[in-house]
Each structure stands twice: as C-alpha cells, then as structure tokens.
C-alpha cells in the first residue's frame, strides 16, 4: 500500500509553492520567501496574535519538504534583484529537520543575496539549530515578553520550553552571531505592554547585541480575540526603553497623525532620545515642525543614519558623542 501521507505532501506542495514573493519589505529590501512548512501548520507556538489559525502546538515537523525541491524552486525564482531570501514558514522555520543542509546548500547559490530567517526564537536552545543560524546573513528573534506567566498568555509554546532558558540563549547567540541581528517584539493591548514587562524587556534588550529593535503590534486579523495598541501608544512605549537601544517602531496600525508642534530644541531633544524615521515624522509632526526640521537638515543640526533598510534622523552632536563611545 502507498504512503498516503507523503503522496499527499507531494501533491499539495506542487498546489502550494514553496517560494512566495518577491515581497518589497521596508525593512529587509527585496525579499524571496521560502515557505518551509507550504501544506500545513507546524509551530512550537500558538501565539495568540498568529495570523494564521490556531493548531496544538509541536516539537517537529511531521511533513517535510526534501531540500532538493527547496533548492530547485528557489534557483528557478532567484535573480539579482533580491535582496534576502527569506526563510520562514506556516509555523516556525527552524523546526524543518534538515535546516543546516539547507542553509549549506543556498550559501553555495545565493551568490550576493543575503540570508534571513524569521524564528520564534524558542529552537536557540537546540545546540543544532544555534550553530545552523550562525551561518546565516541576517537573523530575525522574537521576544515578547520575559515573565514566565506572559510568556505563555501571549505566545502559548509547548510544553517545556522555559523563557529563562530562551532568554539567556538570545543574549548567548546576540554576542557570537557575525551577521544582522534583528530582535522584534509584538505588543498586545493589557498584556505585554505594562510598565513592569516593558522595565523587564529593557533590562534583557540592554545585554543583546543586535542591529536593530523593531517594536509593533497586531495587524492582521489574529488568531484568537484580542487587540492591539495604536501607534501613540508604541511611540510612548519607545520612549520607555533605553535611549543608547536602537528600537524602530516597525507597525503603523491605527496610525492616527498627531499633528504636533516642536519647537527646533524639542526637534533635537526627541531625535536626540530616540531616532526616528521620516514615516514617524510625517505622524507625529504637524506642518510648521516639518518645515523645522527641513531647515534643521539644511543647516547639518541634523543627519540620517542608515539602519540595515531604514534611514533615521539624528542630531549631528548625538551621532558625534556615539562615534567618540
């Protein structure tokens, strides 16, 4: 009697393509996705913001897709006008057994084009899995909470894996790891966005190296009843965190313009506190700021810095104090 089960993988991944995109992501580039679980979901978390819908959480993959399939359909949709290849998946990426293969065999095609992956964070612990991660380009963490009882409320993992644990392997990777380290965080309106959790995601953020920070919140429909929070709210929760921390508030849901005023020092105060972009600037200024900060610009009071694919706006005198650290 045939394998059913691995007939029916065959078919659905012929129906259901492995690479998706290209994608234009404002703050990879040009992305090629690679779908490493393309037929179902197959997640060590069942986070309640997940776009996709909620499923029992799992330890491995039970359907697998051979890495010669992934290679073959990535070469045929690879050009040089990629950026990154992406590596994610219906569920979380680092749970395909055969990761380190993988990566392996798209070094040895990817030429220029970068590589990324987009992981829960929680497979770190797995010695295979850290080692495999290193050897890519770019690398993408979630961290949404750091209190045990958060933890689960927010991202429901399975059975077994421990945020202390987590926690301590993100800082472990952040200070070997060669490449660009991303670490992003998703808030929940009444969960994760408490003064205590975020003193407590401070704390942990300031022993991380990474490139980035990119803070957000909910915008696709989730997958169990919950809300998110605004972009005032995200910009409020900005200014909680460490001002030497490279947050990017990455989510313009409900982005309602605040139209205020600044006068030229409190343009440089905020730049000053936490940089932001000119997607921030168009929210948070009203017309009169904005002309300000053109004037700012002009006069070289201010300067861009360019984040990875994003451009921040700095005071001249804070990006000089930085180089002199």
Known sequence: MQNILSVSVKELVQKNNIIFGPINSRRFGTSLGVDLSPTLKQCNFDCLYCELAPSATVAKQAEIVAVETIIDELKSHLHENIDVITLTANGEPTLYPKLDELIQSINQIKKSTQTLILTNSATLVDEKVFQSLLQLDQVKLSLDAISPEIFKKIDRPHKDIDITQLTAKVIEFSKIYQGKLFIEILFVHELNDTEEEIQKLNDVLQQIHCTR?????????????????????????????????????????????????????????????????????????????????????????????????????????????????
Not at 213 to 242: C, H, M, V, W
Not at 254 to 260: C, G, K, L, R, V
């Open 213 to 325: 920070i990119d803070i957000g919140t909910i915008d696709r429909p989730p997958a169990y009843p919950i809300t998110g929070i605004n972009y005032q709210e995200l910009y409020a929760i900005s200014l909680k965190f460490d001002t030497h921390l490279p947050i990017h508030i990455a989510s313009r849901t409900n982005a309602i313009a605040n139209n205020t005023s600044y006068t030229n020092e409190e343009i440089l105060n905020t730049l000053d506190k936490r940089p932001l972009t000119m997607q921030d600037i168009a929210l948070l200024f009203d017309t009169a700021s904005k002309r300000r900060l053109q004037t700012l610009l002009k006069e070289n009071k201010i300067t861009i810095r360019r984040v990875s694919n994003l451009e921040f706006l700095v005071p001249v005198e804070n990006q000089n104090r930085k180089r002199k650290k």
